[in-house]
């Protein structure tokens, strides 16, 4: 019944090790998201994919990188993660238009050794 | 003025009772402004969404009021139950943007 699937749950990594975080969709839905979620905050939206046409944040560090090879999956890659790179990370899809709701996954949770 | 002002903080009401959380907005090109609820160690999930030509919208025991002079909304949780213990998210968008600005969450416990 998932729809948003992320994939690990929990992700540990060694600073400085690149690592990289999945999402798939069952909805078919053009929009995909990937926020960052710290302890106690609110989600943070790193960038967005609209079909294949990537909106990067303008304060999204370039450690940060993602991919869209089709409709049903993204990935985020994190190529030199920092102790500062710790959190819950969620991925989101809508429907592209104004009253459409996002959906997201239950997010995977990345700690930095 | 892109951001959600939210209130309070973390919110303990007892059960049966109502929870209210407040958000407040600058930007008035703002038009759509949905309510998450996030459980520790999930995702948000919407809640209940309203647009600002209507002043409430009631969902079984969640309302939300609307004040668009005043730029602020409101969640109303009427007959508050343990299991509606979570964070809560007041967000607002606007046309054409996909992009949801967040307000700072309100964590809400409910006790017997």
């Known amino acids: 019944d998932a729809m948003v699937i992320q994939n690990p749950r929990y992700q540990v990594t060694q600073f400085g090790k690149p690592v990289t975080l999945s999402c798939s969709q069952t909805?078919?839905?053009?929009?995909m998201y990937w926020y960052q979620q710290k302890s106690s905050q609110a989600p943070k939206l790193l960038f967005h994919?609209?079909?294949?046409?990537?909106?990067n944040e303008a304060d999204t560090p370039d450690n940060f990188q993602s991919r869209r090879p089709n409709t049903s999956f993204c990935f985020l890659d994190i190529r030199s993660p920092g102790l500062g790179d710790a959190a819950m990370y969620l991925c989101?899809?809508?429907?592209?238009?104004?009253?459409?709701?996002?959906?997201f996954g239950d997010g995977t949770r990345l700690s930095i050794l | 003025q892109q951001q959600v002002k939210q209130s309070p903080q973390s919110l303990i009401v007892q059960k049966g009772g109502i929870s209210i959380i407040n958000c407040a907005y600058e930007?008035?090109?703002?038009?759509?402004f949905p309510w998450y609820q996030q459980f520790p160690g999930k995702g948000p999930a919407l809640l209940i969404a309203?647009?600002?030509?209507?002043s409430e919208k009631k969902e079984g025991r969640f309302t939300i009021s609307f004040n668009k002079s005043a730029k602020q909304f409101s969640l109303h949780i009427m007959d508050s139950q343990p299991g509606d213990s979570a964070t809560y998210f007041c967000?607002?968008?606007?046309?054409?943007?996909?992009?949801?600005?967040f307000g700072t969450g309100t964590r809400l416990t409910i006790i017997p």
């Open positions: 967000a607002a968008t606007t046309e054409g943007n996909e992009k949801l600005t």
């Open positions: 909805l078919n839905h053009n929009v």
């Open positions: 994919y609209y079909d294949k046409d990537f909106n």
């Open positions: 309203i647009r600002p030509d209507v």
């Open positions: 930007n008035t090109a703002f038009d759509y």
């Open positions: 989101a899809t809508s429907r592209p238009g104004l009253y459409q709701p996002q959906h």
